[in-house]
């Protein structure tokens, strides 16, 4: 069974970055698309952005879409999100999950997603 195991959060300022990175087990994780989402304090969870499991198709909230960029590496078997630009809205939990099927597609909805991490909290101050 894969687990997803994310790191990376912290405190930071606003306009200040973080990187997440999302490390996978197991030998099959390069055949599923892989997303990003978060919850913040008394909200549910979101979409944040998704990668395909080539890396060659990106989508991403429009909220975070030109601060936010998602890679993979699937020879270290992680995913990556650079988060540029950050305000105090971006406050939440971030978790890793991966997609329900084989080669996709999983995109911005929960139930595309079948393993998910345990969250790393990411806290901008302003």
């Known amino acids: 069974q894969v687990q997803l195991v994310e790191s990376g959060g912290g405190l930071v300022q606003a306009g200040g970055s973080l990187r997440l990175s999302c490390a996978a087990s197991g030998r099959t994780f390069s055949y599923y698309d892989v997303g990003w989402f978060r919850q913040a304090p008394g909200k549910e969870r979101e979409f944040v952005a998704a990668v395909s499991w080539g890396g060659g198709a990106l989508f991403y909230a429009d909220s975070v879409k030109g601060r936010f960029t998602i890679s993979r590496d699937n020879a270290k078997n992680t995913v990556y999100l650079q988060m540029n630009s950050l305000k105090p809205e971006d406050t939440a939990v971030y978790y890793c999950?991966?997609?329900?099927?084989?080669?996709?597609?999983?995109?911005?909805?929960?139930?595309?997603?079948?393993?998910w991490g345990q969250g790393t909290q990411v806290t901008v101050s302003s």
């Open positions: 999950a991966r997609g329900r099927t084989a080669w996709g597609p999983s995109r911005d909805r929960e139930e595309e997603y079948a393993a």
